[in-house]
């Protein structure tokens, strides 16, 4: 059986398999294939933070009552991440690279640490606590992500 965490760890890895076009289209100078990589890294990332914070979240919050401890933490990294993607654009958008590859070196840390301490915390709580909506949950984060 799929859990919450092997599940949502995928999605984590299909954003970084987008990410990684955008570096590459930029290391070969390429724009214009940059900024069609990027975007879709960008929609990939979006997707992946809207079903964590409009399904994946709130079933954690009501099942476990913890509102303010690792959901918090991580719907305030998303926020932090929404600006990086926000001002990434814009520099590809101005023919920028070198702002592009400072900030999308910062997302590439901010990423990694938060994929760290979703992969390694919050999903296996997820897997511990919502264990038996798993099925249910994951079918809707499926429908979410794909509907994106």
């Known amino acids: 059986m799929t859990t919450i965490r ?5 999605d984590h890895r299909r954003c970084d398999d987008f ?6 289209a930029i290391g070969k100078k390429n724009l214009p294939a940059a900024r069609a990589a990027f975007g879709h890294f960008r929609n990939a990332m979006l997707a992946h933070f809207d079903c964590e914070e409009k399904t994946l979240f709130p079933t954690f919050e009501a099942k476990t009552g913890m509102r303010m401890g690792p959901t918090q933490v991580m719907r305030m990294e998303h926020g932090q991440m929404r600006a990086l993607l926000d001002d990434a654009v814009d520099a590809l958008e101005q023919a920028n690279p070198d702002d592009f590859l400072g900030l999308a070196d910062t997302l590439l840390i901010m990423m990694q640490q938060h994929n760290m301490k979703e992969e390694n915390v919050l999903y296996p709580m997820c ?6 909506e798993t099925p249910e949950l994951l079918a809707r984060l499926e429908t979410e992500l794909a509907e994106a």
């Open 19 to 24: 990410f990684a076009e955008a570096e590459q």
């Open 127 to 132: 897997d511990q606590h919502l264990a038996g």
């Open 6 to 10: 092997t599940f949502m760890t995928d």
